[in-house]
């Protein structure tokens, strides 16, 4: 049962990422081409993707989107690869929290590409309007993505218990809590405003973070269950309580699965312009998320106010950075033109 239900998940949170692809392969082809105002009277109208807004609308998430493909292509090699009697729970947690991203993702994403096209991306024959009807299901079918996120948390929690081979409760928050000790030695005044551009485009700085915010929530959900618990509430009740704590761990769980696989393939590259343009890819998709949940990491004095400010400014500048590369950054895609099936791809 499980079997059939992880491989309809990973298809879908597949199938996703693959129409965000054509997508934003429309959307940033017709920015590269269509003009719009020009600054005075008889010059050039400007590029579309020449504007700020237009990279913030379309690059981050061909960013995200190059993460969720490496995800998810790990996580369906793995799923082929675990015996069905093995391991197979861990990789139904994954699905499931993969199959989420990925799907929220598409439907964002599709939506800010058809407004990218203006009124032309309303025009059936400019096929975002299909992408969009096709894929809106998507979060919904092999399992609402609400629901997913809440296995995804329970998978994790109890994850931690079994990596002690033992229903020790106490001997997983021990362990959780010195972990988190050890980064908080890190996370010193000078660690949270720390705006040097070595440090907020370093890799390592992005795998903490993300490493951070999931033993974080893991720690707070644990301990709040168990609090409620030794209360003698009702369990159900107990998780009542904490079933926003619960999704938020599944969300952070799951986005730095994406980090980490994302951070692996890049590590296998070989060519030096391809991996150094992966890298500015991968460091605009953490800083994004980072961003996104900058009230998380206030909140726990992780980031200071100057940071976040810093990570704000550095997501604009890896904007600017790419735009250059952005075409063949969706051409890498490799959809043939005729497949993308957009007439404002084809034509003046
Ligand atoms: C086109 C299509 C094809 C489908 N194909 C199949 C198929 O082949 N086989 C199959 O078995 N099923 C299939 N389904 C069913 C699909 O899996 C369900 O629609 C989906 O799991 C959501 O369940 P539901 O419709 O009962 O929504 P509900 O469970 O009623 O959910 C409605 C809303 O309530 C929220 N909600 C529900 N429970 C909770 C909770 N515990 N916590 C927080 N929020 C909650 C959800 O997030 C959602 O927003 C298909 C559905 C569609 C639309």
Same mark, same amino acid.
């Given at each position: 049962?499980? !079997?059939?239900?992880?491989?309809?998940?990973?298809?879908?949170?597949?199938?996703?990422?693959?129409?965000?692809?054509?997508?934003?392969?429309?959307?940033?082809?017709?920015?590269?081409?269509?003009?719009?105002?020009?600054?005075?009277?008889?010059?050039?109208?400007?590029?579309?993707?020449?504007?700020?807004?237009?990279?913030?609308?379309?690059?981050?998430?061909?960013?995200?989107?190059?993460?969720?493909?490496?995800?998810?292509?790990?996580?369906?090699?793995?799923?082929?690869?675990?015996?069905?009697? !093995?391991?197979?729970?861990?990789?139904?947690?994954?699905?499931?929290?993969?199959?989420?991203?990925?799907?929220?993702?598409?439907?964002?994403?599709?939506?800010?590409?058809?407004?990218?096209?203006?009124?032309?991306?309303?025009?059936?024959?400019?096929?975002?309007?299909?992408?969009?009807?096709?894929?809106?299901?998507?979060?919904?079918?092999?399992?609402?993505?609400?629901?997913?996120?809440q296995?995804?948390a329970?998978?994790?929690?109890?994850?931690?218990?079994?990596?002690?081979?033992?229903?020790?409760?106490?001997?997983?928050?021990?362990?959780?809590?010195?972990?988190?000790?050890?980064?908080?030695?890190?996370?010193?005044?000078?660690?949270?405003?720390?705006?040097?551009?070595?440090?907020?485009?370093?890799?390592?700085?992005?795998?903490?973070?993300?490493?951070?915010?999931?033993?974080?929530?893991?720690?707070s959900v644990s301990t709040r269950m168990?609090?409620y618990?030794?209360?003698?509430?009702?369990?159900?009740d107990a998780y009542m309580r904490c079933q926003l704590h619960m999704l938020?761990l !599944?969300?952070?769980?799951?986005?730095?699965?994406?980090?980490?696989?994302?951070?692996?393939?890049?590590?296998?590259?070989?060519?030096?312009?391809?991996?150094?343009?992966?890298?500015?890819?991968?460091?605009?998709?953490?800083?994004?998320?980072?961003?996104?949940?900058? !009230?998380?990491?206030?909140?726990?004095?992780?980031?200071?106010?100057?940071?976040?400010?810093?990570?704000?400014?550095?997501?604009?500048?890896?904007?600017?950075?790419?735009?250059?590369?952005?075409?063949?950054?969706?051409?890498?895609?490799?959809?043939?033109?005729?497949?993308?099936?957009?007439?404002?791809?084809?034509?003046?």
């Open positions: 049962m499980l !079997g059939a239900l992880i491989t309809g998940r990973v298809s879908v949170g597949l199938a996703g990422v693959s129409a965000c692809k054509s997508a934003l392969t429309i959307a940033i082809k017709y920015g590269l081409k269509r003009r719009q105002f020009a600054p005075k009277d008889g010059a050039p109208e400007t590029i579309l993707m020449d504007y700020p807004s237009h990279q913030q609308r379309l690059l981050p998430r061909l960013a995200k989107t190059y993460a969720y493909h490496f995800a998810l292509q790990d996580l369906a090699k793995e799923m082929v690869n675990t015996p069905r009697d !093995g391991d197979f729970r861990k990789v139904e947690t994954k699905a499931a929290g993969l199959k989420s991203l990925a799907t929220w993702h598409t439907t964002d994403t599709i939506q800010e590409c058809r407004e990218a096209c203006g009124g032309k991306g309303y025009l059936d024959e400019n096929r975002l309007s299909n992408l969009k009807a096709d894929t809106d299901i998507f979060t919904t079918f092999e399992g609402d993505n609400t629901v997913l996120m296995l995804v329970k998978g994790v929690l109890t994850e931690f218990r079994k990596s002690f081979g033992e229903n020790n409760f106490f001997a997983v928050m021990k362990y959780l809590q010195e972990r988190l000790s050890k980064k908080l030695i890190e996370i010193n005044p000078s660690y949270a405003n720390n705006t040097s551009v070595s440090h907020l485009l370093d890799p390592r700085f992005h795998a903490h973070a993300f490493r951070y915010r999931e033993e974080k929530l893991t720690l168990r609090k618990l030794g209360q003698r509430i009702d369990p159900n938020e !599944g969300a952070a769980y799951s986005e730095r699965l994406a980090l980490t696989s994302f951070q692996s393939a890049i590590e296998t590259v070989e060519d030096k312009n391809v991996k150094s343009a992966l890298e500015k890819v991968c460091q605009l998709y953490a800083l994004t998320i980072i961003q996104q949940e900058k !009230g998380f990491f206030l909140e726990n004095e992780y980031l200071g106010v100057s940071k976040t400010k810093a990570i704000r400014r550095m997501i604009a500048k890896l904007n600017q950075e790419l735009r250059p590369m952005a075409g063949t950054l969706v051409d890498s895609f490799g959809i043939p033109e005729e497949l993308l099936g957009a007439n404002i791809i084809l034509y003046n």
